[in-house]
């Protein structure tokens, strides 16, 4: 079984950027499409990003299209993802997921404990 461990999060100013990890153990990665989401207060978890198993086809939420950049490092098993320009309402718990297909289909099937991202006004 799969352990996904999200690091990177923090406390940053409007504009500021900030890059989010998911290193994995337990099982290699490089096979399986992987995700970030996040959950803010109050609102449902929402979908912001995911990577193929190669990481040739990626897919944005629009709200961060332009922004965000999702990429993956198969030889250290680890997903990243780097969030420039970062604004107020990008604060949420980011949470790391994988996918049981190695392409963009299907919903996640693990998913980590997440990280706190705060952007402050």
């Known amino acids: 079984q799969v352990q996904l461990v999200e690091s990177g999060g923090g406390l940053v100013q409007d504009g500021g950027s900030l890059r989010l990890s998911c290193a994995a153990s337990?099982?290699?990665?490089?096979?399986?499409?992987m995700g970030w989401f996040r959950q803010a207060p109050g609102k449902e978890r929402e979908f912001v990003a995911a990577i193929s198993w190669t990481g040739g086809s990626t897919r944005y939420a629009d709200s961060v299209k332009g922004r965000f950049t999702i990429s993956r490092d198969n030889a250290k098993n680890t997903v990243y993802l780097q969030m420039n320009s970062l604004k107020p309402e990008d604060t949420a718990v980011y949470y790391c997921?994988?996918?049981?297909?190695?392409?963009?289909?299907?919903?996640?099937?693990?998913w980590g404990q997440g990280t706190q991202v705060t952007v402050s006004s």
């Open positions: 337990g099982r290699t990665i490089s096979t399986r499409a």
């Open positions: 997921a994988m996918y049981d297909s190695a392409i963009l289909t299907g919903s996640p099937s693990s």
